[in-house]
């Protein structure tokens, strides 16, 4: 089974600081993702990464911003943390399947920012 | 992007099949049909997907209109570990993904 692991489960961290997700996939996808989840607006994409130390914004990066070292770990990082980053943050990493793509998740991040 | 229109919640009764549907009238010839679904407190998980004809795997089957305009993902047997959120989405091969609301599903004991 393809397994995605995220570093924390919750988190919270105060308004200003640093804060570093970590998102590791064992299965050797080469694309990794970073999405945001709030109610009522679904699954929003914030960074994609098509291989190691390339990296693609999304739908909303801003105040964020992502690192691609090795293959199998992506991270996100929140360089100043404000309260309007409070969400469930899910990492996903992908393979390809006869002509289409299936995505697989890590189990989320609940991050609150006081 | 192409769109899709799901019921925001419906019930089963367990051990009964299920037919969740889902409306993507603006979908194009590229667009493959994904099936997703998230547990209560969980990240989404891979259901199912499709480009034209009905597909079959462990978890469901996927149903796909003649015009690809609708879709319907079937749980043959309900149970109670089937109850979640599930998101019909259409991938191109671009990587914007879209999720709407979903459809909640209940599954009556």
């Known amino acids: 089974d393809v397994k995605v692991t995220q570093s924390s489960r919750y988190l919270v961290k105060r308004t200003g600081e640093k804060v570093f997700l970590e998102c590791v996939q064992d299965m050797d996808h080469e694309n990794m993702f970073w999405y945001r989840q709030d109610p009522g607006l679904g699954l929003r994409l914030i960074y994609f990464?098509?291989?190691?130390?390339?990296?693609e914004k999304g739908d909303i990066p801003e105040g964020y911003s992502v690192s691609r070292e090795k293959k199998e770990r992506f991270s996100l990082i929140l360089e100043s943390a404000s309260t309007n980053q409070t969400s469930m943050y899910l990492c996903?990493?992908?393979?390809?399947?006869?002509?289409?793509?299936?995505?697989?998740f890590g189990p989320g991040t609940r991050l609150t920012v006081t | 992007d192409a769109k899709t229109t799901q019921p925001n919640s419906m019930e089963s009764n367990e051990e009964e099949p299920v037919h969740l549907p889902c409306n993507h009238s603006?979908?194009?010839?590229?667009?493959?049909i994904h099936w997703y679904r998230q547990l209560p407190s969980q990240g989404p998980e891979y259901v199912i997907h499709g480009l034209t004809s009905n597909v079959n795997n462990r978890m469901a089957s996927l149903a796909i209109a003649e015009d690809r305009k609708s879709s319907t993902l079937i749980l043959h047997r309900a149970t109670l570990r089937d109850a979640a959120v599930y998101y019909c989405?259409?991938?191109?091969?671009?990587?914007?993904?879209?999720f709407g609301p979903g459809t909640s599903l209940s599954v009556i004991p």
């Open positions: 990464s098509y291989d190691v130390k390339m990296k």
């Open positions: 603006t979908i194009s010839g590229t667009d493959y």
């Open positions: 989405i259409l991938r191109t091969s671009y990587d914007k993904v879209i």
């Open positions: 996903a990493s992908r393979r390809l399947a006869g002509n289409a793509y299936e995505q697989y």
